[in-house]
């Protein structure tokens, strides 16, 4: 959960989730929310978007949910391996990601790829099979030899999407 790294009492957060923890806002995700236009001031959507087989309909309730000037961050896997939690439906390229937010109307101020390069991208997808006793010399190995390698954004574990709705939007 990413609610630990977010100071209680500096923000309000509201979660949304088919079964969300306590104090939460049971909806699906795949549909029209159960919040009024304008209802938040940013929405932050880490590694969810490839489980959401109606992206579109999400990435479009997340730009009516906000307030004029509101900030979206989304990030989400690329080259990761195959994790349903129930489903994984997707991985997105930087384009299409770029088309995504702006089809409904954000504007997108910066797509950044997350990873090392090559070395890094197959330790990450290697991490759950290799034995712990190992692990981190595979890290230190995978650090070493995307050192050497100057091609890194050609190997994306991750893509972070920040993303506004414009100040004169309602």
Do not use: Q
């Not at 938040?40 to 999400?58: A, F, P, Q, R, T």
């Not at 997108?108 to 997808?125: A, D, F, H, K, Q």
């Not at 230190?140 to 506004?164: K, M």
């Amino acid at each position: 959960s990413y609610m630990r790294f977010i100071k209680m009492g500096a923000c309000i957060v509201h979660t949304v989730d088919l079964n969300p923890p306590d104090g939460g806002i049971k909806a699906d995700l795949e549909d029209k929310l159960p919040l009024p236009s304008g209802f938040c001031n940013s929405v932050l959507c880490m590694n969810l978007l490839e489980h959401i087989y109606n992206h579109k309909e999400l990435v479009s309730e997340a730009h009516r949910l906000l307030k004029p000037g509101g900030l979206m961050l989304c990030c989400t896997p690329f080259m990761v391996h195959y994790h349903p939690n129930p489903h994984d439906y997707y991985r997105y390229t930087k384009d299409a990601l770029y088309k995504m937010f702006t089809d409904v109307g954000f504007n997108v101020e910066e797509i950044r790829y997350i990873g090392l390069g090559p070395c890094s991208l197959l330790s990450e997808n290697m991490w759950p099979f290799v034995p712990r006793l190992l692990k981190w010399l595979v890290v230190g190995l995978a650090l070493l030899g995307d050192s050497l390698c100057r091609h890194g954004n050609r190997f994306p574990l991750y893509y972070l999407v920040v993303a506004r709705k414009s100040s004169l939007e309602s």
